[in-house]
């Protein structure tokens, strides 16, 4: 029996299979959603415009192991994503905060990086060990800037105040001592898939050795005829919520289309820090490569945070809070999943852990060829491609591989 199932055609699964067939494995994947590529999924609208459905998703890394190996499958061109803030009174400025963007907001004129340091230090409070987002973010810029920039958007994106939240999701924010406004600028490559996320999928998941199938949702009987299943969907749902939810935040996109020379600036994203429902827009047209035909009108989206059980439990983004009860909750499913041998949990829902598309291929890429050793050091034989191997004993038949497949 040389079948491996991998649940979800996102880049943890995608990434997985890809490893697995090129190591002579036989591979069948699923996907509940009609199409590959998971939530970096993107299309052409009927403006010519490519367009994320689940909103930008622009890849930066520094790891070179993970962008040789991406690079292996497609053409990708370089871009310097940059974000802008709208203020409650309307102005723009320059997000992640920068030494302009401190100058904007209080009027005063700052020269360099030590002025900017000395002043943030007026502004700071002092508290010796930060118990949340809100001590956190008093200890770095001050409550002024925190109550500005961060107090409203978190309510709205996360559904908590910044005292309920815990304090790593906002140390993922940069703060600047200088004008750098590029929002990755220690990344290494900052790049696009040429040809775009969705056709990158093609090329990684075209392999004889790979079948995908897709409108189909995991069911446990599958797992028999498989020698091991790789699964990227929710842990909790694999165990039918036996211990309780893992909650997420999920997020109502809203596309527009609008006249091209709309908006101005040089942000392909702008947040909203006012109360609103909205937390952000995106100009596709400003992302390299996504005016695919030009016409007079182009797309931008906005996008409404939400509960996932509001949006057809789309799940995006692992909740964390100040006490960490559901960081510990999802260790009770950890352990859980330990004692199911046949079964390893990956990707974002799997180990319930925001993970940009960079860490998700580098965490798949070490698993999978983990296993893959583990398996050839216990003499296990691997498969060899194209070999005639038992069919599996799941309820659902897959196409031979994703070049034939529809709904993509
Ligand atoms: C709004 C948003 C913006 C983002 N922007 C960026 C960015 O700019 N840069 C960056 O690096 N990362 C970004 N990310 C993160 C990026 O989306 C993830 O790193 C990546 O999608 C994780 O891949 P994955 O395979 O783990 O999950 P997913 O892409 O979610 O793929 C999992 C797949 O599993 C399927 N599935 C789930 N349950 C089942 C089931 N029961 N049966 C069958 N199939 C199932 C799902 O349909 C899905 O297609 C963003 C995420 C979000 C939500």
Redesign the pocket.
């Known amino acids: 029996m040389t079948r491996i199932l991998v ?8 990434t997985v299979a890809r490893e697995l067939a090129d190591a002579g494995w036989e591979v069948d994947m ?4 009609s199409h590959i ?4 999924f993107d299309e052409i609208d009927c403006n010519g415009i490519r367009i994320h459905r ?7 890394t520094s790891n070179k192991r993970v962008i040789d190996w991406i690079a292996r499958f497609g053409e990708f061109v370089t871009y310097e994503h940059r974000v802008q803030a709208r203020l409650p009174d309307g102005r723009c400025v320059v997000l992640p905060i920068n030494r302009a963007t401190i100058n904007d907001v209080f009027g005063v004129t700052l020269n360099d990086s030590e002025a900017v340091r000395a002043f943030l230090l007026t502004q700071a409070v002092d508290i010796a060990h930060p118990a949340n987002a809100a001590e956190y973010l008093a200890t770095k810029v001050g409550v002024i800037l925190s109550d500005l920039f961060f107090r409203p958007y978190t309510r709205k994106m996360w559904g908590l105040d910044l005292e309920d939240l815990d304090a790593s999701v906002v140390k993922r924010i940069p703060l600047r001592y200088d004008n750098e406004d590029r929002y990755f600028p220690g990344e290494t490559y900052q790049v696009m898939p040429r040809l775009g996320y969705t056709r990158l999928f093609e090329v990684i998941l075209d392999h004889p050795c790979i079948r995908v199938c897709l409108n ?3 069911d446990a009987s599958m797992l028999r005829g498989y020698v091991h299943c790789f699964n ?3 842990i909790d ?1 694999f165990f039918d919520y036996r211990i309780g939810r893992l909650p997420y935040r999920s ?1 109502r996109f809203h596309h527009h289309t609008v006249r091209f020379d709309y908006g101005c600036g040089s942000a392909a994203t702008i947040n909203f820090t006012d109360a609103g429902p909205l937390t952000r827009e995106t100009d596709w047209t400003r992302i390299q490569g996504h005016v695919v035909r030009q016409g007079p009108s182009k797309t931008i989206t906005r ?1 409404e945070p939400c509960d996932y059980s509001e949006n057809n439990h789309e ?3 692992p909740v964390k809070t100040s006490d960490g009860r559901y960081q510990v909750l999802y260790s009770r499913y950890k352990a859980l999943a330990a004692a199911v041998a046949n079964v390893s949990f ?5 180990t319930y852990q ?7 291929i580098s965490q798949s890429l070490a698993h999978v060829s983990a296993w893959i050793d583990q398996r050839r050091s216990s003499g296990s034989v691997k498969g060899s491609p194209l070999s005639s191997s038992s069919e599996p004993s799941g309820r659902f038949a897959c196409t031979p591989n994703i070049g034939l497949s529809a709904g993509s």
Do not use: K, T
């Open positions: 649940v979800g055609c996102g880049f943890a699964g995608a699923i996907d509940q959603r590529a998971g939530n970096a689940y909103g930008p998703h622009l890849f930066h189909q949702s995991f990227s969907m929710p749902a997020i996008e799940r995006y983004y990956i990707g974002r829902c799997g925001y993970l940009d598309m960079h860490q998700v």
